[in-house]
């Protein structure tokens, strides 16, 4: 059973930069052909997708949030991660990292993690 | 961006009643619609996926169908443990998009 679980600072300041890593375990993030994915929700809002990255580092973002986004992927480590730039209050949400088939559904969720950007 | 529109963004049902969530794309996504269901403090949990798969382990009162851009999520009998907010999601491009979300709520 594949679980995965977000590790990250919980408070960053404004205009820093939040990075997250999300470590998969109970498979290898290189085996099967997934999208490792990150989705945020503010409290109380609804969901956002915030992108996605291959096995060969291919990476796909959300247009709203492009600029500031960098994914990357350590297969020795088995895990992916997640650099949100010149972070505001905007950015406070509970933050996902997820697994999807290409085309599919996101089956696989890690637990959440909050990250409260505040000075 | 491919938009989805879920309606209603609340309900108030009771045990036992058929309770349904539409949602609609604002273009053509085939069958690329999946649907989750999400408690309080906890991550979303998959239910259909593509347009009417039953995810595993999810029970049978839960279907889904449409294609397009209409789709619809059906409890045939909802139950206690059912009261949460309901998700559609497009996976038919890139960004994947969600709708807004509908609240189920005890009446």
């Known amino acids: 059973q594949v679980q995965l679980q977000e590790s990250g600072p919980g408070l960053v300041k404004p205009s820093q930069t939040l990075s997250l890593t999300c470590t998969v375990s109970?498979?290898?993030?290189?085996?099967?052909?997934?999208?490792w994915s990150w989705v945020r929700q503010p409290a109380g809002k609804g969901l956002e997708w915030i992108g996605q990255?291959?096995?060969?580092?291919?990476?796909n973002y959300n247009p709203s949030l492009k600029s500031r986004v960098t994914m990357s992927i350590d297969t020795s480590k088995n895990q992916f991660s997640l650099k949100l730039s010149s972070v505001t209050a905007a950015d406070t949400a509970v933050y996902y990292c997820?697994?999807?088939?290409?085309?599919?559904?996101?089956?696989?969720w890690g637990q959440g993690t909050l990250v409260t950007v505040s000075s | 961006d491919t938009q989805m529109t879920q309606s209603p963004s609340s309900l108030s049902a009771s045990v036992g009643d058929r309770v349904t969530i539409t949602c609609r794309a604002s273009?053509?996504?085939?069958?690329?619609l999946n649907w989750y269901q999400q408690k309080p403090g906890k991550a979303p949990n998959l239910l259909i996926y593509a347009a009417y798969n039953l995810q595993s382990g999810v029970p049978s009162r839960f279907s889904g169908s449409g294609s397009g851009t209409d789709f619809t999520l059906t409890i045939s009998s909802l139950q206690p443990e059912d009261f949460a907010t309901y998700y559609c999601q497009q996976s038919y491009n890139t960004p994947l998009t969600f709708g807004g979300g509908t609240r189920v709520e005890i009446k």
């Open positions: 273009q053509s996504i085939a069958g690329y």
């Open positions: 990255i291959y096995i060969s580092g291919s990476t």
């Open positions: 109970g498979g290898s993030i290189s085996s099967g052909s997934y999208y």
């Open positions: 997820a697994r999807r088939p290409n085309g599919g559904a996101v089956a696989y």
